[in-house]
């Protein structure tokens, strides 16, 4: 079950699954591994919301349960 979680926490485990930091514009993080491409907003004072989240995941190609 997912949990809003600050975007600190995401970029960690991102980062822990071998994604690592194109570009940074504003507030967006781009990352990147091989040819998949995450784009990751990042207001470090709020948490990112559940549905935005699973946004992300979609766009790693990971699952709830691995993440």
Known sequence: MLKP????EVLS???????TISR???SHIVLKLEW???ILPFHWWKDIPIPTLKSVLKQAGIN???F
């Open 5 to 8: 979680i600050k975007p600190k």
């Open 13 to 19: 485990k991102l980062e822990k699954l071998w994604f």
């Open 24 to 26: 940074q514009t504003w």
């Open 36 to 38: 998949k491409t995450v």
């Open 64 to 66: 709830e349960n691995q």
